[in-house]
Each structure stands twice: as C-alpha cells, then as structure tokens.
C-alpha cells in the first residue's frame, strides 16, 4: 500500500486504527509496517510484524505510513474507529 494517512479516505470523520498483528513467528518481523512524518518521507519508525504486536494511531497530518508489498500470509486484526466530525 503507498503511502497515506486515513485522512482522505474517511474525509469529514475523526478516525482511530488499531492493528494486532498474528504472526506465527519472527521470520518476516521486517515486513511491519512503516511510519513517516511526511508523504513519501523518510523513515521515522518501523512496527515490526511480530506474534501478538500490535499498533494503534488517531489519523491526523503527520500520521503518514506505508507497507511494502506482501507475498505471503500475512494475518493481523485491523479496527476503525470513526466519529463524524460535527459543524
């Protein structure tokens, strides 16, 4: 998935992502997800995908993040949380 920070997608709501990952073991730890400060910006941090880790965010501008393309089966359990925003 390319880089991108809810926002858009879910435009007019305040959005919540939470995410446990399932893996079965440390084999592919560096296939988490990665999180920029800025579209297409370096890398600030890296969620390794590791047994019962998990990583939650409220989307804002500076909650950029990206994952490479997978070529396995990657389990995890993914929540939104959306509240619309009143005006």
Not at 5 to 28: C, I
Not at 56 to 66: D, I, M, S
């Amino acid at each position: 998935q390319g880089s991108h920070n809810d926002l858009a997608s879910y435009p007019g709501r305040e959005v919540t992502t939470f995410q446990v990952y399932m893996a079965r073991d440390t084999k592919h730890a560096s296939s988490g997800v990665h999180l920029q400060k800025v579209q297409h910006g370096s890398l600030v941090s890296q969620v390794p995908y590791l047994p019962n880790h998990a990583w939650g965010f409220k989307a804002n501008t500076e909650t950029w993040h990206t994952v490479e393309k997978i070529h396995f089966y990657r389990p995890s359990f993914l929540i939104r949380n959306f509240k619309r925003i009143e005006t």
